[in-house]
């Protein structure tokens, strides 16, 4: 029996055995990079948004247990911290990153973007659907310092659900904070990619 997408979470069940995973860890790897591929979205020089599903935490969850070796008694935190990433039916959800290599130039750029998580949102044939930042944190510090890794969702009624898996609509994902407006087209590939995480 399939799990209806709203109430589907990683589960002790759903994760292979420590030994077969450091088996199979190679080829699993290998799939799953093949996966996100078409869910990796690059916007400006800065900002990678990362759309995560099932099958993205039930990796990382996967590939943590294996490096930190924690046992059970570290996957009830693994599950904790990587089930509320699990789009649901009606939203997706992604991890976003900012990634500059030089540390002072990340450094800077960082502590002048404060509150930029609140000024993401994907357009949707000129409707606009605002980015929801993840509860688990404030991603920005009281010094107006951002986080360089920031969770958000975008929650869809059923209508746009519907507009988004028109063939013919036009997707924008967009960050529009006063420092860092860029936007970027969603690809064909990446639609079809994001349209499975809907009901």
Do not use: C, W
Request: no cysteine; glycine share 4%.
């Amino acid at each position: 029996m399939i799990m209806a997408k709203e109430k589907r979470i990683v589960e002790k069940k759903d994760l292979l055995s420590a030994n077969e995973y450091a088996k199979k860890r190679k080829q699993y790897r290998k799939e799953l990079l093949e996966f996100k591929k078409y869910r990796r979205v690059p916007i400006g020089p800065y900002a990678t948004f990362y759309f995560e599903s099932f099958e993205t935490m039930l990796g990382q969850i996967q590939e943590m247990l294996h490096i930190e070796k924690g046992g059970d008694a570290q996957l009830k935190d693994e599950l904790d911290a990587y089930n509320p990433l699990i789009p649901k039916g009606r939203d997706l959800v992604a991890t976003l990153m900012f990634e500059i290599d030089d540390p002072t130039l990340r450094a800077d750029f960082l502590g002048k973007v404060g509150g930029i998580e609140k000024k993401i949102y994907i357009n949707l044939d000129e409707e606009k659907i605002h980015a929801i930042p993840e509860k688990d944190l404030d991603r920005t510090s009281e010094e107006g310092k951002a986080s360089s890794v920031q969770f958000v969702h975008f929650n869809f009624s059923l209508e746009q659900i519907k507009k988004f898996k028109n063939p013919n609509s036009k997707i924008i994902l967009s960050v529009d904070h006063s420092l860092y407006r860029h936007a970027t087209e969603i690809t064909e590939e990446t639609k079809n990619s994001l349209t499975k995480d809907f009901i």
